[in-house]
């Protein structure tokens, strides 16, 4: 790997750390102003909400700039956030701000790697990059769960730190999230080291409503392509669910184990520790023309979640959350690979990653909307977990035979992608 790689990295290990670890705070800040069991669950929603709205021009301004220098710029907004949170500004709004910024950061933390590397290292990177991250999961839920937890917080609550007092930091969760501006922070001072690559820059066009046209018609491009919608599809369930399984565990490990914040992020660090574990194994293992074979693994992975509901003792739970985690790791990797090789080819790393990030992120906030609603009108963590369990389950097997489908009607089309992208994975 290039050196500029590992600059990559740790810049997106930093931020990813205290994204984690925020939304651990943030949970335990609206519980501890009193706020509504709904509102903590529409924290998923409302982070996923600017991938969503800003999915038309995050990826074109990526395109449009030094990559290093987006990645900079997208974690100063996050810094914005997080001070939002500890003013009179609702803590949803505050959230929001912080997907703001994670919005804009993704599709240049993406694109910078079919920049950077050849196709042959694609997933090999992503191995990376997915492993890393899910490092930087485990221990950014188990940091906030610790920063908001009764010994830390005593610490970062005794610290003088000039000006803070300004601040009033009065509770535990406000003490957390000043302190994770500084890892905010870190991550910034690495976006500036990362190296400028040789990709040619695209022109952003002065009227930003000009770029709609052009991104709906690469949304449409990868969802026409035969290869490319298999991977969209199956990437954009895994995340939806994945995204809003985070809280479920949460507050499944509240009800079923009786778990304080603290106590039930160590169980989503669980989860992460199997991903990790799977990431690793899938980029090691395999290639990219054999990443379509792991669908089966999303079908099993649907089944265990619904499982979830006959788990009421910790020592079953860690390693059944662990072989979860797995499952979905290895699933995700490979098939993250093939989109981002079919987009990169189709359009543009940038503008691909973000029209990934906009399904991905839709359904986030689908899922996400839908269970904070239902959890308003007295849905059971048992009853989500079900019900995702389920639904991860049918679609994946929905998706498995549309793939089927393709094999059948288009054999000669689907042969020639497979051939490219095993060409570009044996010879770069």
């Known amino acids: 790997?290039?050196?500029?790689?590992?600059?990559?990295?740790?810049?997106?290990?930093?931020?990813?750390?205290?994204?984690?670890?925020?939304?651990?705070?943030?949970?335990?800040?609206?519980?501890?102003?009193?706020?509504?069991?709904?509102?903590?669950?529409?924290?998923?929603?409302?982070?996923?909400?600017?991938?969503?709205?800003?999915?038309?021009?995050?990826?074109?301004?990526?395109?449009?700039?030094?990559?290093?220098?987006?990645?900079?710029?997208?974690?100063?907004?996050?810094?914005?956030?997080?001070?939002?949170?500890?003013?009179?500004?609702?803590?949803?709004?505050?959230?929001?701000?912080?997907?703001?910024?994670?919005?804009?950061?993704?599709?240049?933390?993406?694109?910078?790697?079919?920049?950077?590397?050849?196709?042959?290292?694609?997933?090999?990177?992503?191995?990376?990059?997915?492993?890393?991250?899910?490092?930087?999961?485990?221990?950014?839920?188990?940091?906030?769960?610790?920063?908001?937890?009764?010994?830390?917080?005593?610490?970062?609550?005794?610290?003088?730190?000039?000006?803070?007092?300004?601040?009033?930091?009065?509770?535990?969760?406000?003490?957390?999230?000043?302190?994770?501006?500084?890892?905010?922070?870190?991550?910034?001072?690495?976006?500036?080291?990362?190296?400028?690559?040789?990709?040619?820059?695209?022109?952003?066009?002065?009227?930003?409503?000009?770029?709609?046209?052009?991104?709906?018609r690469c949304n449409a491009r990868l969802w026409r392509d035969h290869l490319g919608q298999i991977s969209l599809a199956t990437t954009t369930l895994f995340w939806g669910v994945s995204g809003n399984l985070r809280y479920i565990v949460l507050a499944w490990a509240a009800a079923a184990l009786g778990y304080t914040t603290t106590q039930a992020s160590t169980l989503v660090g669980v989860v992460a520790i199997g991903t990790a574990v799977g990431a690793v194994a899938a980029s090691v293992r395999m290639r990219l023309d054999q990443a379509t074979r792991v669908m089966p693994l999303g079908i099993a992975m649907g089944f265990l979640v619904v499982l979830m509901n006959l788990i009421d003792n910790v020592w079953v739970a860690a390693p059944f959350l662990l072989l979860l985690g797995a499952l979905g790791g290895f699933l995700v990797v490979p098939m993250n690979a093939l989109l981002q090789h079919r987009g990169h080819n189709l359009m543009g790393a940038g503008r691909s990653i973000a029209v990934q990030n906009f399904n991905e992120q839709a359904c986030i906030l689908g899922l996400g909307a839908l269970y904070s609603t239902a959890t308003g009108m007295g849905l059971s963590a048992f009853g989500a977990i079900a019900a995702f369990g389920a639904l991860v389950a049918a679609v994946m097997w929905a998706i498995q035979r549309w793939h089927a489908a393709n094999l059948r009607r288009y054999p000669h089309e689907l042969e020639r992608l497979f051939e490219i992208a095993r060409r570009d994975d044996l010879h770069g």
């Open 1 to 216: 790997m290039k050196r500029g790689f590992y600059t990559i990295m740790t810049a997106q290990f930093c931020s990813s750390l205290a994204d984690n670890a925020l939304f651990v705070v943030a949970v335990e800040l609206l519980r501890t102003r009193g706020a509504p069991e709904w509102q903590a669950a529409a924290l998923v929603p409302m982070f996923a909400l600017f991938y969503v709205v800003l999915a038309p021009f995050v990826g074109a301004f990526a395109d449009a700039r030094p990559k290093g220098q987006v990645m900079f710029i997208s974690n100063a907004i996050k810094v914005v956030g997080c001070l939002l949170m500890l003013t009179p500004v609702h803590p949803l709004i505050a959230y929001s701000v912080v997907g703001l910024g994670a919005a804009a950061y993704s599709p240049a933390k993406y694109g910078i790697l079919t920049e950077l590397l050849p196709p042959s290292q694609l997933v090999k990177a992503n191995g990376w990059i997915e492993g890393l991250t899910i490092a930087s999961i485990i221990l950014g839920v188990v940091l906030g769960g610790q920063l908001v937890g009764p010994v830390v917080s005593g610490w970062l609550r005794a610290v003088d730190v000039p000006g803070v007092e300004l601040l009033h930091l009065r509770t535990s969760a406000e003490a957390a999230i000043f302190g994770l501006v500084f890892v905010y922070a870190l991550a910034a001072a690495f976006n500036l080291r990362i190296p400028r690559t040789t990709a040619p820059l695209r022109h952003l066009p002065a009227n930003p409503l000009a770029l709609l046209p052009d991104f709906w």
